[in-house]
């Protein structure tokens, strides 16, 4: 049976794949929590360890990648932002392509997505690569997301000073999530990306507005629809669902491991808003760990 070790257990998203990983054929070794942030007991968890999960902030996401540097077989899947564009590195969305799950089932090291890249990857590699889009089309990603996207401080925020109800931010334009959505959505020109943070938990909207017209040769919404179907036809995570619906609620899949997009338009304005809907922790955290753990332990996708 494969033993896994999460570096991080305790916070937001080690407890969430902890309580998955109840349903999966796998041990589970726990660090004594006064020794959680010692690199020696780390190391030794990880000594005896077939794969190691790390849920913890970039620096000490990337000290345990050195930690790890002398243990020649262990494997391990990163749910921080530290590795998701470094070499040698597969990204851990097995819907990208149709390789992408071997690739994930062989790999040593797997950089699981960025929460909001999910959203925004889900809905413009399919368009990019059947040639709808093109790689240089300016794009604007408007995305909300619940605070517990914000971990500890921000979930302590909200819960102990109850709020604010909404906000934006990262509006220096630098959001660390945009090199990682460029990269696999095969984007050449830079998205603007405007993140915010409602007063709810968990779950998230990432939505793109489209105008038609810009696009090259006469694209319809049936045709920006059938290409996201295509593509994700036979997926468990990810759904492609009607857009025949006036309001989308940003918490309706809490808890939930998969993904809705829809083609929300007018084809008399020639505009489109195309949307993707999870829950941050499920497919934009512990659910996307998850699948990828599955996939690397041989127990499906
Ligand atoms: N929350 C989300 O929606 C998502 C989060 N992620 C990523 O997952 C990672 C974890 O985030 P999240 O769970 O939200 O954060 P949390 O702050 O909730 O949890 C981080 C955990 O790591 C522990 N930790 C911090 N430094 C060390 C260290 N040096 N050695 C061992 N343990 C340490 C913390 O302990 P202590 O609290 O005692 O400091 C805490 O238990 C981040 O990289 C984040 O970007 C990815 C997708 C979505
Ligand atoms: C609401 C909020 O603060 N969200 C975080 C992203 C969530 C997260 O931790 O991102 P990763 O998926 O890359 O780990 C942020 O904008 O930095």
């Known amino acids: 049976m494969t033993r896994v070790f999460i570096d991080g257990e305790a916070g937001t998203t080690g407890l969430g794949i902890r309580d998955r990983l109840r349903g999966l054929p796998v041990e589970v070794l ?3 929590p006064a020794k959680r942030k010692d690199p020696q007991a780390r190391l030794e968890m990880m000594q005896g360890a077939d794969l190691v999960i790390l849920c913890l902030p970039d620096d000490a996401a990337r000290e345990a990648v050195s930690l790890a540097a002398t243990l020649d077989t262990v494997r391990i899947l990163d749910a921080s932002t530290a590795h998701r564009i470094a070499p040698h590195w597969e990204y851990g969305f097995p819907e990208l392509d149709g390789g992408q799950t071997a690739r994930i089932a062989t790999a040593r090291h797997v950089a699981n997505p960025g929460c909001y890249p999910t959203g925004a990857i889900g809905l413009l590699r399919p368009l990019i690569d059947a040639g709808l889009m093109p790689a240089d089309h300016p794009i ?23 709020g604010p109800a909404f906000e934006l931010y990262g509006l220096g334009l630098e959001h660390k999530h945009v090199p990682e959505i460029m990269h696999y959505a095969g984007l050449t020109r830079r998205p603007l990306f405007v993140p915010s943070i409602g007063h709810f938990a968990q779950g998230m909207i990432v939505s793109i507005p489209l105008q038609l017209a810009d696009l090259p040769g006469y694209v ?33 899949l809490a808890d939930q491991d998969t993904m809705e997009l829809r083609v929300h338009g007018s084809e ?22 998850l699948q990828n753990i599955s996939i690397m332990c041989g127990l499906g996708g």
């Not at 809907?277 to 955290?285: E, H, I, P, Q, Y």
């Open 30 to 32: 726990s660090i004594d």
């Open 140 to 162: 604007t990603i408007n995305a909300v997301s619940g605070y517990s996207g914000g971990g500890r401080s921000e979930i302590e925020a909200h819960e102990q000073n109850g």
């Open 220 to 252: 319809r919404i049936s045709d920006i629809e059938a290409c996201l179907r295509n593509h994700y036809a036979g997926s468990r995570q990810i759904s492609v669902e009607s857009a025949d619906v006036a309001r989308l609620d940003a918490a309706a």
């Open 268 to 289: 008399t304005w020639r505009h489109v808003v195309l949307t993707a809907r999870l829950d941050n922790l499920g497919k934009g955290a512990a659910g996307a760990a």
